[in-house]
């Protein structure tokens, strides 16, 4: 399985309860390809650096995870085709170097998680 990290945006017009339903639904949309999520980011609304179909900012949600490869294009379909997701991005950690980057990466978020809880 491959190390992945992918961040969405979510549209800013929605409710605190939308916005929990549309990420969960990326969360169930990663638990039908089996991928397993190592961790979540959840750096909540902000602005963006250019206007997204006419919005000026956004939710923004990083989940670090693993899945097969063979996967990853029906994850990103899932994400195209919801119109609650204005924008997203997915970047594969495969070398030896990008892998510890990786794992510290998730072991930051993990921390901060458990340092808001």
């Known amino acids: 399985m491959n190390c992945y990290e992918t961040l969405f945006v979510v549209k800013p017009t929605l409710t605190e ?18 991928g397993t999520l190592l961790a979540t980011n959840d750096m909540g609304m902000r602005k963006l650096a250019y206007p997204v179909d006419k919005h000026l900012r956004g939710y ?40 510890k980057q990786f794992d510290s990466l998730v072991e930051k978020a993990n921390k901060t998680v458990a340092t808001e809880a």
Do not use: C, M, P, W
Not at 23 to 34: F, G, S, T, Y
Not at 72 to 86: D, F, G, T
């Open 60 to 99: 923004y949600t990083v989940f670090y995870y693993q899945v097969d490869g063979a996967s990853i294009a029906e994850i990103e379909r899932n994400l195209k085709v919801n119109e609650n997701i204005i924008k997203f991005l997915t970047i594969k950690y495969s070398k030896k170097h990008e892998v």
């Open 17 to 34: 309860e939308e916005i929990t339903s549309q990420i969960q639904k990326v969360k169930d949309a990663l638990a039908k390809e089996n």
